[in-house]
């Protein structure tokens, strides 16, 4: 496994166990169709969340949650029609969150997560 394959990998970790502590119930990871995937899928309350996660060791190129440009949020929308047609479900509200984790080489992860991009 690359380095930045093995560095995001552990961030969605991180991302998971951050959403559990906040309440969130996990439904879905790493989910994958012809157009993409979805990162998380998960539960707030009554409501969906579709959850893209961005590690990065510094902010030197800007934060994680930076990278996330409005044509990314598009096709998470389009993926997230897809897995809800696929699944059958049809939730009260859908929400778009990202989870930009900074892991220093030496040093705790600094979370930002931000609701409904």
């Known amino acids: ?11 969605e970790e991180i991302a998971v166990q951050h959403l559990i502590v906040k309440g969130f119930v996990i439904l879905e990871r790493n989910w994958r169709c012809d157009i993409g995937e979805i990162d998380v899928v998960a539960r707030d309350g009554a409501d969906l969340v579709v959850c893209e996660v961005k590690t990065r060791r510094s902010e030197a ?5 930076e990278a996330v440009s409005a044509r990314k949020v598009r096709r998470m929308r389009s993926l997230a029609l897809r897995w809800l047609k696929d699944k059958g479900v ?3 509200l859908i929400r778009f969150d990202v989870v930009g984790i900074i892991q ?14």
């Open 61 to 65: 190129f800007g934060a994680p949650a």
């Open 90 to 92: 049809n939730p009260r």
């Open 1 to 11: 496994m690359k380095p930045k394959d093995a560095l995001g990998k552990y961030g």
């Open 104 to 117: 220093p080489l030496v040093g705790p992860p600094v979370i930002t997560h931000i609701r409904d991009v």
